[in-house]
């Protein structure tokens, strides 16, 4: 076209070159995270009360009988280290799924009512219904999924879809917290304990009976959501745009959304909302891969080593042994303050 | 050179929730042509290049493309065929020029075969025509209006589909720019044979680059036809509610539309005749 027109060689050299650079910081970033969660996973299991050499920890893990290290490693760690990287990885890969979907970071489940109604169907049963157990948990992901349900009819209008969804969601939020708040002023000292696991998200006395669930909600949804990845990262560019490259919009919204609310519930159920998990992994991960493909595998990575890390500072680095959910919150109310300034200045968007 | 196609609407009635926006509308598209379609504000010609690209589903009749309904047919089939440039898409924040142009390839990948060759070299071919290869590195964020067009027009190049619409895609340049787009589309026409469909404000811009002209008023098309024959005053006066002069523009030999206000018209009886002392209208 112009008369320096460079040949088509050396562009398509150049566009694949750039390629290559691309793939190859997602797999260093990736790998890097993937290596911190065992790190830390190791530390978690190694550190605590009382402290376990590496050796004792891997004859454990590897199903060696050790004294003493058997149980409290076995039993008590082990299922809560597993616990916490389920339950990461779940809050992680459905809070950017949402965040992608709607293009804005406020979408994450935790601030547009999800994990709120869970929370409130969960103190409900415990302190009207007198509920306990596997039958709280049951309530709560029933009720996630129809506060998502009534958010989407609500929010359901030719066009602008995102921004109302969020707006209603965050009204919703308010609501349920209001409604949490009542019957929490209901409730007996015992019920108390249980309700307020529900409220800060905790990992204590995680066993393999409460993991499973959320584990098997994680192997099937999981797939579900990277099957659409590709889908969902063409919805970055618009939904008019994303039609056009072949994304059936409506399709992949429905499928997308019952999964990630599904591993949300899930996760949910087994250790309360933690605090802003779903909300941060994705901007975080954002952040250290670039804006180039799919987020949904480093923001879940991200999610599982928030959960996990911040539970080992919760449990050993203050005097006061602290639910993980109050370490996360810590770092998520900021970043909520200056993201909410940011978009107001600029009126981004993800 | 590209495959003839056939993309037809018949009694297409189009609406969003209560209101109807275009009603029983039949449009033959001319293929490898350039077809401009013009119309004022609220006439439906978004609407009507929308569903012409699936993006709305009618209420009645149906979009045609070589004998199958486009409603019916896999999505990522018709992308391959059928491109969209909408009027507002989005840049993620910081994507780059060849990353985005790249998205364009989306409806020629599968879930497992993501990146081949072919999609290289066509990325590489949109950004050599559309003259944005040194701008393959940048953010697409740090560009100006002008060149954000034109990574735009790439991705949709790099989809390789050939039909393309374009829904009013100089909106927002200046005169040079809008000119280099539009070039840059006829360019594509003449040498791809790609059909190409755009939906413009400007008038006398819509009439020099059409092959095929199509006005539109109140969700109808009111005419249509090659530029030179339809473009006439009774024209403009029922489509835009406008008197105005048509003659021949001398640069382009295309006709020229001259709109008439109540200001600044010499046969009115001199310059300004209409002017009251202070700019206002005289009252007679």
Redesign the interface.
């Known amino acids: 076209?112009?008369a320096t027109?460079?040949s088509?060689d050396a562009?398509?050299a150049?566009?694949?070159r750039?390629?290559a650079v691309?793939a190859r910081r997602r797999v260093v970033v990736i790998s890097i995270l993937a290596v911190l969660i065992m790190a830390v996973a190791a530390i978690s299991l190694m550190i605590g009360n009382t402290v376990y050499s590496v050796t004792d920890v891997a004859r454990v893990v590897l199903g060696q009988d050790v004294d003493g290290a058997s149980f409290t490693v076995g039993r008590l760690r082990l299922p809560r280290m597993v616990l916490a990287i389920v339950v990461g990885l779940s809050f992680g890969i459905a809070g950017v799924t949402f965040q992608t979907m709607l293009?804005n970071p406020l979408a994450s489940p935790d601030i547009i009512g999800i994990s709120a109604g869970a929370s409130a169907a969960a103190a409900f049963a415990i302190v009207v219904l007198g509920l306990s157990g596997t039958a709280v948990s049951v309530f709560a992901i029933t009720a996630g999924l129809l506060v998502t349900l009534v958010i989407y009819v609500l929010s359901h209008?030719?066009?602008s879809a995102g921004t109302r969804l969020i707006l209603i969601g965050i009204g919703i939020a308010a609501m349920l917290e209001a409604a949490t708040q009542y019957v929490l002023s209901q409730a007996g000292q015992w019920e108390l304990q249980a309700v307020l696991r529900w409220l800060t998200g905790s990992l204590n006395g995680a066993s393999w009976e409460q993991t499973l669930p959320a584990l098997i909600a994680l192997l099937v949804l999981g797939p579900v959501l990277l099957?659409r990845r590709?889908d969902l990262?063409?919805m970055?560019?618009?939904e008019?745009?994303a039609?056009?490259?072949?994304?059936?919009i409506e399709r992949t919204r429905l499928v997308v959304v019952i999964a990630a609310v599904g591993l949300i519930a899930f996760a949910t159920a087994a250790t309360g909302p933690i605090a802003f998990v779903a909300f941060l992994a994705g901007p975080i991960a954002a952040r250290i891969v670039?804006?180039?493909g799919s987020l949904l595998v480093p923001a879940a990575l991200v999610g599982a080593l928030l959960v996990l890390s911040g539970d080992v500072v919760g449990q050993n680095v203050l005097n006061l042994r602290y639910p993980v959910g109050i370490v996360t919150g810590v770092l998520g109310a900021p970043y909520l303050v200056y993201l909410i300034i940011r978009t107001n200045r600029s009126g981004?968007?993800? | 050179m590209t495959t003839a196609h056939a993309l037809t609407a018949t009694d297409l009635t189009v609406g969003?929730?209560d209101t109807t926006i275009i009603s029983d509308l039949d449009l033959d598209l001319v293929a490898g042509a350039i077809t401009v379609i013009v119309g004022p504000n609220a006439c439906g010609k978004s609407t009507l290049l929308?569903s012409m690209?699936?993006?709305l589903p009618p209420r009645s009749g149906q979009v045609v493309l070589d004998g199958r309904s486009i409603h019916g047919m896999p999505?990522?089939?018709?992308?391959?065929t059928l491109?969209?440039?909408?009027?507002?898409?989005?840049?993620?924040?910081?994507?780059?020029v060849?990353?985005l142009v790249?998205?364009?390839r989306?409806?020629h990948?599968g879930?497992f075969t993501?990146?081949s060759r072919a999609d290289?070299?066509a990325?590489?071919?949109a950004?050599?025509?559309t003259?944005t290869?040194?701008l393959?590195?940048r953010a697409v964020d740090e560009l100006s209006g002008g060149q954000r067009q034109r990574v735009w027009i790439a991705m949709a190049l790099a989809?390789d589909t050939d039909i393309l619409l374009l829904d009013e895609p100089t909106t927002f340049l200046d005169v040079s720019h809008q000119v280099e787009v539009l070039d840059l589309l006829t360019?594509l026409n003449r040498r791809r044979g790609t059909t190409i469909v755009i939906v413009l404000h400007d008038l006398n811009l819509a009439v020099r680059y059409a092959d095929h002209l199509v006005a539109m008023r109140d969700g109808e098309v009111y005419a249509s036809g090659s530029p030179e024959t339809i473009l006439t005053p009774e024209l403009i006066e029922s489509v835009f509610g406008i008197s105005a002069a048509v003659i021949t523009d001398p640069t382009s030999g295309k006709p020229l539309m001259l709109p008439i206000g109540r200001h600044h018209m010499v046969d009115r009886g001199g310059p300004d005749a209409a002017d009251g002392p202070a700019g206002h209208p005289a009252s007679d």
């Open positions: 076209m112009t027109a460079p088509l562009v398509i150049s566009v694949s750039s390629k691309r293009r209008q030719a066009g099957s590709h990262d063409a970055r560019l618009g008019d745009a039609s056009a490259l072949g994304v059936r670039g804006p180039h981004e968007s993800l | 969003y929730g929308r690209s699936r993006l999505a990522k089939e018709l992308a391959r491109g969209l440039l909408p009027q507002s898409p989005i840049a993620p924040e910081g994507i780059t060849a990353d790249g998205r364009g989306h409806p990948q879930m993501r990146w290289d070299v990325v590489a071919e950004l050599i025509a003259d290869a040194d393959a590195d989809q360019d």
